[in-house]
């Protein structure tokens, strides 16, 4: 089948990241018993690890499908987590190198040369037009969007280090989270890149950002679809991880907005297929219909055969050189951000 990550190679990366995991033993936890979007109990557990090995469970809502952390950190366990370094130290036992400055520079700025492929004349050029980047970091995507539209380009972000930054190059910078940030701005354009699998509150970010657009304001969010990186990656247990409490898929995420009060315009997956863009715009909040546990069926069906081709997965595929397949997997995980 050739998944990015064997059983043997998910054994690898998981001793790399025992330290890491075990000095967040300690760490205050809390179990998630409802859905988040849609508030049912229903759920399927799909994994009792994260990619890392830390033993937090992955379910999916079996009445809206939305897969999140059945246990994961408190919201304090999450700042310190953050904060103190064991994110990093974390991701980067698990890729087995350490991104540098200048590869998450480069990083920011090919994906915000997508992002204005897929804008292009959908945004007027003018200063009198106000664009938030929640979760901006050090605002290199919002200030392209200045750049490029001669839009006015805002910032918020929790990093007061990536805020002074963003105002360096011109950007309004609020240091905090979307949550709690207490304004009277609105906004004609809001993105959120990258952002969504991070969030605490899902529903409650999500409406908030509602309150914070004009009336024909424009919201743009990406995520990364489940169901596509179980079918690249392997086994949820090697896609799920402690800093994602959320993942949307394809299927789910137009309804999954449309509870929330957004109508999806128009959705891209450029470059990359199992990374989604999609362009919203304000709509009534409709209640999502439950789902039966018949229609909850085909997804999980499909993890099932994943699950069962990803066991059956070779240890060490034959007939490539090791050198040749180490480079070919090493491409293919960066595609993935692996
Ligand atoms: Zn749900």
Wanted: net charge positive.
């Amino acid at each position: 089948m050739g998944f990015l990550v064997s059983p043997a190679e998910l054994e690898l990366r998981r001793n790399r990241c025992r330290s890491a995991v075990n000095s967040l033993s300690g760490a205050p936890r809390q179990f998630v018993s409802r859905c988040n979007v849609c508030g049912s109990e229903n759920s399927c557990v799909l994994a009792y690890n994260d990619r890392y090995g830390m033993p937090l469970r992955t379910a999916m809502c079996t009445a809206c499908g939305l897969v999140y952390l059945m246990d994961r950190l408190t919201q304090d366990g999450y700042s310190d987590f953050y904060r103190d370094g064991a994110y990093r130290q974390l991701t980067s036992a698990f890729a087995g190198s350490v991104a540098t400055i200048e590869d998450l520079q480069a990083d920011q700025g090919a994906y915000a040369r997508n992002l204005m492929c897929f804008l292009e004349g959908r945004v007027p050029r003018d200063r009198s037009v106000r664009v938030l980047d929640v979760g901006g970091s050090s605002g290199q995507v919002v200030q392209e969007l200045a750049h490029r539209f001669g839009v006015y380009g805002t910032v918020i972000d929790p990093s007061a280090e990536e805020i002074a930054a963003a105002r360096r190059i011109g950007l309004e910078g609020i240091v905090g989270t979307v949550e709690v940030w207490d304004t009277a701005e609105r906004f004609d354009m809001i993105l959120m890149c990258r952002t969504i699998e991070h969030l605490w509150d899902l529903r409650g970010s999500l409406e908030k950002i509602r309150r914070l657009l004009t009336p024909d304001g424009l919201f743009y969010c990406d995520f990364l679809d489940y169901m596509e990186l179980c079918r690249m990656t392997g086994h949820p247990q090697t896609v799920s991880k402690v800093d994602h409490c959320y993942w949307l898929t394809l299927d789910n995420a137009p309804a999954l907005f449309r509870s929330m009060g957004f109508d999806v315009v128009s959705l891209h997956m450029v470059p990359n297929p199992q990374f989604i863009g999609m362009l919203l715009r304000q709509c009534a909040p409709t209640s999502i219909a439950p789902m039966q546990w018949t229609q909850a069926q085909p997804a999980i069906r499909a993890l099932q055969q994943i699950i069962t081709d990803w066991k059956r997965e070779p240890g060490r595929r034959a007939g490539i050189p090791t050198r040749v397949r180490r480079k070919v997997g090493r491409i293919a995980r960066n595609a993935v951000g692996l």
